[in-house]
């Protein structure tokens, strides 16, 4: 495994095998690359002549993109429970 606490694991995003280390489990750092591998499939097969670098980062922006909406939905939600306490 690697260092302290630390688990190790391969995963292949994109068809490129990558090494994984990190303290949570290797099924958790597979369920990751597995997601960011989907999404860049999705995008180099809708955009075939994209190079591999710059679907990573259409791939970046879109699970940033998803994150940030999740969050404001998040905040949304807190602000209702917070209200109904009143």
Do not use: C, H, Q, W
């Amino acid at each position: 495994m690697g260092g302290k606490g630390k688990n190790r694991v391969k995963v292949t995003i994109n068809g490129e095998e990558y090494y994984m280390k990190g303290s949570v489990s290797p099924e958790y750092m597979k369920k990751i690359a597995d997601y960011v591998d989907k999404k860049m499939t999705k995008l180099s097969e809708s955009n075939p002549y994209l190079s591999f670098s710059k679907i990573a980062v259409l791939a970046a922006l879109n699970i940033t993109d998803e994150l940030f909406k999740l969050r404001e939905e998040f905040e949304e939600f807190l602000k209702l429970v917070e209200d109904d306490k009143k």
